[in-house]
Each structure stands twice: as structure tokens, then as C-alpha cells.
């Protein structure tokens, strides 16, 4: 369902302080649902009941793509650690719980340190503890920052040799423009001769597509519906979750796959102290994921200065991993939308 081409009608009244994250997060809100159609970042998904309701998505029959990847990356995990240079640094955008990851440090024997990169500083040195017991013999270097935005690697691995790790398909998040911009970011921060290796989920049977999306027991739904929790739990809104409901479907024109948040009904809701009004059928639009076939990526990366090195698909051609190689100097950084989202 398209969201209808009306702006919202919004209504000053007294405000809610708030400062830090939330505050960001509140102006994220306010301006994405007075946009024209209305929209909310796919970054804010990830709290922990968001976190905990994608967990179980992975888990989840219809969803193909994590088992699917980490079904690559095992079969190819000896012909990965081949490829990584001596003693290089592995920097992994958006690192989670470093699942993926895992995979590739048992074979890369040879690596020197692992650079796991997420916005959430807590988690992510709980994360980064528990890998130094798993593998003493490699420096674990955590960077707290938002992946998409320029960042500073550790001082130790300057001097080092690079590999950047993006699996997820969480390239798949971004807008293609916004795609590039990330890579040629990623080139900036892993310097020349680096490789980077990309998880790509690819084109295939529209019903396989939408069932991933639609799963039976609704814990995508729930997923979805947890952005308007999350709202009324930070920002002390008042909406009635239950007046929405989750749409996802194939946009074959665009290669992606859509999910929206509907409004049941015309309706009015305050958010720290602005008013937003709906109506009947009007959606919030909270995600894309753009699906690729080996081509037009490979067709992309070399745009953003990267060119193929392996490609990796499994039997049925539902995903693949891609490795890269940057092929020249970093391009110099150019205006460019924030890239922080995830999924």
C-alpha cells in the first residue's frame, strides 16, 4: 500500500525535554512523519525488544537469508581466510553480536586484530569480551560510533593491512545511491589494496520474497509494530499500536522489498508535544531491501571503485557473498545522506 500524498497537519503544544539519543531519536520522528510520504529510519528497529523480535526472525522457517549466508560463509570460510592479507586487521561494519564473524575467525589464522564497529557501546564491549576468550590470539579493538558516519580506527592498526566484513545484507537497507556512498566510505576507512567483503541478497521468486517478510507466525509483524512501541516507551507517546498494522510486499520496479506501518483508521497522535494526523490507509514507510542479482552489484561496486574478486552464491541463487578488492585511491568524501540504517 502507498501512502497517500498528503502532508500531515502538525500542532505545536508543550514539549516533552528530552536530550542525548533520545532527543535525536525524537527529531528523527517528528521530521520523518512530516514528510510527504510519511517515514521512519530502519535504524531505530534495534532496541532490545527489537533486537530480541530480529533474533527470532533469524530463526524463523520463511526467512532464508541468515541461514542461507551463514551457509555460505561456512563452505567458503577456508577460501576467505586464503584471500585476507598477513596480519591484517578485520573491520566489521555494524558488527551486532559478531555471529558472521565468528565463522571467518576460526579459519583466519592469521589475522591480527578484529575491529568490530557498532553504535552500541555497551553491547558491543560485552561482545568484544567474550571474543577474547574465544580467540587470544587476536587483538580485539571495539570502535563505539555510528558505522555509516566517518569514525577513527584504533592507532594499532594503522600501519596494518585492511579487510572490511558487511554480511547481512544490510547493504540491501540503503538506497543504491546511498549503497556507493557507503562503499566509497568503507574505501576511505580501509585504504588502498583493502578488500571488503559484502553479503548480498539477490532476486528470485517473488512468493519466496514475500513469505520472508510475511512469516506465519508474525514476528516480523511485531517487529514492525515495535518502531511505534519504542516511540510510546522513549517518548511518551500515546498511540494505539493496535490501530496499525505490518505491509510488506515486493516494489518489482524498484527490486525491493517494502515494508510499511498502516493506519486502521483516520486518527490524530501527539509526540512530544506535536500532533500528527492520519488518514484511513495512510502507511509509515520503515524499511527497504533492495534485492540484487551478482551483475548489478558487481556493477555498483565497481562504481564506488571496488572491483570483484570471488563471488559465492548458494545452490538455489537466494544469496551471495561477495569479495572485493578497492582497485584505487579512496575518492575523496562527498555530500552524502546519513547511512546509519540496519537490517
Known amino acids: 500500500m502507498r501512502a497517500l500524498a498528503r502532508r500531515p497537519q502538525i500542532v505545536s503544544d508543550a514539549k516533552i525535554e528530552v536530550s542525548g539519543e533520545t532527543a535525536a531519536f525524537a527529531a528523527d520522528v517528528i521530521t520523518g512523519l512530516s514528510a510527504t510520504p510519511k517515514r521512519l529510519s530502519p535504524k531505530y528497529f534495534y532496541d532490545r525488544a527489537g533486537s530480541e523480535l530480529f533474533e527470532r526472525i533469524t530463526a524463523l522457517p520463511e526467512y532464508y537469508p541468515t541461514r542461507t549466508e551463514i551457509g555460505i560463509l561456512t563452505e567458503r570460510a577456508q577460501d576467505i581466510a586464503r584471500l585476507l592479507p598477513a596480519g591484517a586487521a578485520l573491520v566489521e561494519f555494524g558488527s551486532g553480536a559478531s555471529t558472521k564473524t565468528r565463522i571467518v575467525l576460526h579459519e583466519a589464522k592469521s589475522l591480527a586484530a578484529y575491529v568490530p564497529v557498532d553504535i552500541s557501546a555497551e553491547f558491543l564491549r560485552q561482545q568484544a569480551e567474550t571474543l577474547r576468550r574465544e580467540f587470544p590470539d587476536v587483538a580485539m579493538l571495539p570502535v563505539a560510533a555510528d558505522f555509516g558516519k566517518p569514525f577513527d580506527l584504533p592507532a ?188
Open 156 to 343: 594499532s592498526v594503522h600501519e596494518l593491512p585492511r579487510a572490511g566484513f558487511f554480511p547481512g545484507s544490510t547493504i540491501g537497507n540503503f538506497e543504491p545511491h546511498e549503497a556507493s556512498a557507503f562503499m566509497r566510505h568503507a574505501a576511505r576507512v580501509l585504504g588502498r589494496g583493502s578488500i571488503l567483503i559484502v553479503g548480498v541478497d539477490l532476486v528470485k521468486d517473488t512468493q519466496v520474497l514475500q513469505r520472508a517478510y510475511n512469516d506465519s507466525q508474525g514476528v516480523t509483524a511485531a517487529f514492525n509494530l515495535n518502531l511505534l512501541e519504542r516511540i510510546n516507551r522513549e517518548l511518551g507517546a500515546k498511540i494505539d499500536v493496535a490501530t496499525f498494522e505490518h505491509h510488506a510486499f515486493f516494489n518489482r520496479e524498484r527490486s525491493r522489498i517494502e515494508m510499511h506501518l498502516a493506519s486502521h483508521k483516520r486518527q490524530r497522535i501527539r509526540i512530544c508535544g506535536e500532533c500528527v494526523d492520519f488518514r484511513a490507509g495512510e502507511t509509515i514507510h520503515t524499511e527497504n531491501s533492495y534485492k540484487y542479482t551478482v551483475e548489478s552489484f558487481g556493477a555498483l561496486a565497481r562504481g564506488a571503485g571496488w572491483s570483484s574478486t570471488a563471488v559465492w552464491t548458494d545452490p538455489k541463487q537466494y544469496f551471495s557473498v561477495h569479495v572485493l578488492t578497492l582497485r584505487e585511491e579512496p575518492p575523496a568524501p562527498r555530500p552524502r545522506p546519513d547511512l546509519a540504517a540496519v537490517g
